[in-house]
């Protein structure tokens, strides 16, 4: 997944080293961060191997009820285009619907380097639900996105 991560160019070496802190927690302090992942992989030949094709990080918001945050998706560029990002929230909403939680929310950057992931998660079915302008630096606003299960 670190190398996912180091090959998509819209994130940066500090996104980079908190994406892989979450995946740290999810693998080795599930239980007591709250981290967990959903991975999608292809087998690789007859062997063991297997190729990482995305991921997604997701947690329960601390202080809700059944409300889960979506932290984090990635699809190796190799697999782009072709429904892995999709399937990788589809399998985390029916995780979602399994442990009774009605409501996931996304946050996100409006900057241009997220073009393509608001129009993603649209796509997936989530609703832009507020907006904060200036969040991350001005004119870098932060989206927040939501959808109900
Ligand atoms: C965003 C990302 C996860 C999408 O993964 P993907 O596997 O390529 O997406 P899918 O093939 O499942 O596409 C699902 C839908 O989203 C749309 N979509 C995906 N990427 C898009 C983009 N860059 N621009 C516009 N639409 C996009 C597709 O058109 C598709 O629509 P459809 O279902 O109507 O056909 C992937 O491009 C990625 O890893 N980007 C870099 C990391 C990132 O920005 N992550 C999000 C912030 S944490």
């Known amino acids: 997944m670190a ?3 180091r090959r998509t160019d819209t994130f940066t070496a500090d996104e980079v080293d908190v994406a892989l802190e979450l995946i740290d927690d999810s693998i080795n302090r599930s239980q007591s961060s709250g981290y967990e992942c959903v991975v999608a992989c292809e087998p690789l030949g007859d062997g063991d191997d297997e190729a ?3 991921y997604l990080s997701y947690g329960r918001t601390p202080m809700t009820e059944g409300t889960y945050d979506l932290y984090w998706v990635a699809v190796d560029p190799t ?8 399937a990788l929230c589809r399998a985390f909403e029916e995780t979602v ?8 929310r996304v946050e996100t950057s409006s900057q241009e380097a997220y073009g ?8 997936a079915g989530y ?7 200036g969040f991350y630096k001005p004119g870098d606003d932060l989206i927040i996105l939501y959808r109900t299960i």
């Open 79 to 86: 697999y782009r285009g072709k429904g892995v990002g999709k």
């Open 127 to 133: 609703i832009e639900g507020g907006r904060l302008p």
């Open 52 to 54: 990482v094709m995305g």
């Open 97 to 104: 619907r399994q442990r009774d939680g009605h409501l996931i």
């Open 3 to 5: 190398t996912l991560l």
């Open 116 to 123: 393509g992931t608001v129009q993603f998660y649209t796509d």
